[in-house]
């Protein structure tokens, strides 16, 4: 539609009807306006599954693994497939725009959301995002960029300054959000956190960078909650206020147009751009909204398999795996990581699958009737009982599996009662007069003994078993954090003797008082066996069979929005189980089912270690593939891997009154680690496949201009059967007179070659490689003179290199135009 079209369309609109359109109509919509033909549009959080506007389980989504995942793939193409996967997903259920993908970087490993970012490098988080982009925009679906900009850990995340310098945000944080506008992002989201010392969705870097210099034309749309002020916000370049209906604007922003503090024409190409969005989603005009569909897209659990396998890293491999399933009779599956792996991070992302197919199922799906399958769980998990659920549940009053939900009025009268499957309740039914949840079922506990139960939420909160009191008492809210008070608020725990036949009756309630947010989760976890006596079991198993599979990983609160990571450890007890089941059997293969780095200071002790992530839906199915070579295992790492949370470069999630310094610059992820001049456990880049790889050549030009230039590196498959390898490009300026990185990330380029095949690969090293910011200036340059491209595996194995000399275009060392800082 074009600026004049759109145009005519605001002369329709009245001042207030203006404002009106820019806050949300309620937590997930927009508003409509009959005046111009404008429908309603559905915002939904992704980037794993596309849940919808609301958390119920009786809505399932399609769940794909992590963000780190899909990045750990290095394959922009599956990417994009994967993204019109979540566009399907989007039609399917009525959604517009989905708020995907997140940009943010791994700048140090205890960030707790780095499950749902990319990688710790911005070329890298470019790629992978703009094909996620392409991906889920070619099919009528908008995406949305964020959290801009360098929201990259969580500790006081609504809050906190951060503080970094111009060229650091220009070339490291900045820079992935520069390529998702580059592919035609059609939103962006403005974080909480303020950049020195201004508020994002306040600041300049809105309207004078994001609009004007890279000549975005999308929606500016805050994070949720995130806008808190009206003269501010309006006049840096934000568009859309979310959640409505409430907010910062509405009669303040149309008083403050009236006042003449801030311009109508301001107000008009906010509008402008919502139409300018609503048009390329199909809400605007006479054309009906995209017909929804009942069913799944074709191929999605194949899709999502496939991916499970691309991204999954083999870190170390002594001649364990591939494993082959005619020569095994026994196989031990070993850890609670198993028999419930952990699909996704916790927080605002979070949908409920289909279906969740885990390691434990997996393998037994491809040894059934071929080999026998042992599992033993291990010591207990240091973390909450899981959410009742229709295994040990039944319905008080039907008998069908699951809970029951009901609604009472401040006298205990039921107002309202439906069926449900699980006892996470992240948005329960409400009805005029709500004034009390309540969660009930019929226990089913398969073993006698002191079984651990939990209620989650905030507000005054009552835990009764067979009408016998265990928990009652007002937990107060101690933060704002929508992804803590609304998704996964902490629990209360207490025990209770159940006896295995019996079926007790649990009734958690929790009262609806302002501001307690919307969760409440029950849950139960049967008696642990003590920690010695589950090793023990573990140990004869892995030594009773062929091969030990032992599965260990992080927690849903460990890995979470809404808080950081205190450490890297798995703990005491998940290391004390690979090690003991490594003793007992040399055979021993250690999958790590986490969201981002962790510490393994047994790895060496096993036969392999293959790095699962958060694996989506079908992560069972797609390892399986892996652990019996059906598929390569294809990912490369995305993030460096410290052996020790010490060793790592950049720590510091947690501000110092209120300010969060990026004093390490540019030299994040494997930069610093070179700088440092440490070694961690795992180089970024790195993974194995199941064929070896020799570099036997690199060629480029003797001089390339600013503008970028192509690499060519020949590679030939050593091994014995066909194989994919990442073939990655660095560049390093060691006598350069401005400061650069050791050497940093330029390019990749995957290829497939059989045995014995030699094949030249090109990489194109683009123009951003190689220029810095001037800061003094304001401009790009790219500085003349010697580069050094190597060429390899990892930042950490670079065999070849070869000398370029960088000619600079537009002038003595200029590139572009003066611009913001």
């Not at 600026?3 to 949300?24: F, Q």
């Not at 958390?55 to 994009?80: F, G």
């Not at 009942?294 to 890293?313: N, Q």
């Not at 079922?441 to 651990?452: D, E, F, N």
């Amino acid at each position: 539609m074009t600026d004049e079209e759109l145009d005519r369309l605001l002369d329709k609109l009245t001042l207030r009807a203006k404002v009106r359109l820019l806050t949300g109509a309620t937590t997930w919509r927009t508003h409509a306006e009959p005046a111009v033909g404008l429908r309603q549009m559905v915002l939904s959080d992704g980037p794993a599954g596309v849940r919808g506007e609301t958390w119920d389980e009786r809505h399932t989504s399609v769940l794909l693994p992590s963000a780190s995942a899909l990045a750990a793939s290095w394959d922009d193409e599956l990417v994009e497939e994967l993204g019109g996967l979540l566009a399907s997903e989007a039609r399917r259920k009525g959604v517009d725009v989905v708020l995907a993908p997140n940009l943010n970087l791994h700048r140090s490993p205890l960030g707790g959301r780095h499950f749902e970012c990319f990688s710790e490098d911005p070329e890298l988080t470019g790629r992978i995002g703009a094909a996620l982009v392409r991906g889920i925009q070619a099919r009528g679906v908008a995406a949305a960029a964020k959290h801009f900009v360098a929201n990259d850990s969580e500790t006081e995340r609504l809050t906190v300054d951060v503080r970094a310098g111009r060229r650091t945000l220009r070339e490291v944080y900045l820079a992935p959000f520069e390529a998702a506008v580059a592919a035609g992002v059609r939103l962006v989201m403005a974080g909480y956190n303020s950049v020195n010392g201004t508020t994002l969705t306040a600041h300049p870097l809105l309207a004078e960078l994001l609009k004007s210099e890279w000549g975005f034309d999308g929606v500016v749309v805050s994070d949720w909650g995130a806008a808190r002020g009206t003269e501010g916000t309006a006049r840096a370049g934000l568009d859309l206020v979310m959640p409505g209906p409430d907010g910062a604007w509405g009669d303040a922003l149309v008083r403050a147009v009236d006042e003449g503090t801030v311009a109508e024409s301001v107000v008009d190409d906010k509008v402008r751009r919502l139409l300018r969005l609503a048009a390329r989603c199909g809400a605007l005009g006479e054309a009906p909204p995209p017909r929804r569909t009942s069913s799944v897209a074709s191929g999605a659990r194949e899709l999502a398999r496939r991916a499970v396998a691309a991204g999954a890293v083999l870190l170390a491999n002594r001649d364990v795996l591939p494993l082959d399933p005619a020569r095994l009779a026994t196989v031990a599956v070993i850890g609670a990581h198993a028999a419930r792996t952990r699909t996704q991070g916790g927080g605002s992302a979070g949908v409920f699958p289909q279906d969740e197919v885990c390691v434990l199922d997996g393998i037994r799906s491809s040894l059934r009737g071929r080999a026998e399958v042992v599992h033993v769980p291990g010591p207990v998990l240091d973390e909450p009982p899981a959410p009742l659920d229709t295994v040990l549940c039944t319905h008080p009053r039907s008998g069908l599996p699951g809970v029951m939900l009901r609604v009472l009025d401040a006298d205990g009268r039921e107002l309202y009662a439906e069926h449900r499957r699980t006892g996470r309740q992240l948005e329960p039914t409400l009805v005029p007069g709500a004034h009390t949840v309540e969660i009930s079922a019929r226990l089913h506990p398969r073993t006698s003994g002191a079984w651990t139960l939990s209620v989650a939420g905030f507000g005054r909160i009552s835990l009764r078993v067979d009408d016998r009191p265990l928990l009652d008492g007002d937990f107060v809210k101690d933060t704002d954090d929508p992804a803590i008070v609304h998704v996964n608020p902490p629990a209360r725990l207490t025990t209770a003797p159940l006896t295995r036949g019996t079926a007790p009756l649990l009734v958690a309630r929790r009262e609806l008082a302002p501001g307690t947010g919307r969760a409440t989760v029950v849950g139960a976890a049967p008696p642990a066996t003590a920690a010695a006596q589950a090793l023990a079991a573990a140990e004869r198993a892995a030594r009773a069979a062929d091969v030990a599979v032992v599965v260990v990983g992080t927690t849903e609160h460990g890995e979470s929005e809404g808080r950081d990571r205190a450490e890297l450890a798995l703990g005491p007890a998940q290391d004390a189980l690979v090690r003991a089941v490594a003793r007992a059997n040399p055979r021993t293969v250690a999958l790590v089912n986490s969201g981002g780095p962790v510490e393994m200071p047994w790895r060496a002790e096993v036969g392999a270690v293959l790095l699962t992530w958060f694996t989506g839906q079908e992560g069972g199915g797609g390892l399986a593939d892996v652990l019996f070579g059906r598929s390569e295992p294809g990912g490369r790492l995305p993030t460096t891997w410290a052996a020790e949370l010490a060793d790592a470069p950049v720590t510091r999630v947690r501000p110092a009154d209120g300010r969060l310094e990026y004093d390490e610059g540019l030299h994040i992820g494997h930069r610093g680690w070179l700088r440092t001049g440490r070694t961690p456990a795992y180089w970024f880049g790195h993974g194995l496949g199941y064929t070896t790889w020799a570099y036997e050549e690199i060629a480029a030009p003797a001089e390339v201009p600013g503008g970028g230039f192509t690499v060519r590196v020949r590679v030939r498959n050593t091994g014995g059967r066909t194989g994919r390898e990442v073939v990655q490009v660095y560049l390093a300026r060691p006598d350069a007179a401005v400061e650069y990185p050791q050497r940093w990330l330029a390019g990749y380029t995957a290829v497939r070659a059989r045995p014995g095949e030699a094949v030249t690969v090109p990489v194109r090293v683009p123009a951003r490689s190689l220029r810095h910011w001037d800061e003094d200036a304001g401009v790009w340059r790219v500085e003349p003179g010697a580069c050094q491209v190597l060429a390899g595996r990892s930042a950490g194995d670079l065999p070849l290199c070869t000398e370029v000399t960088v000619c600079a275009e537009g002038g003595p060392g200029l590139l572009g135009e003066r611009s913001m800082p």
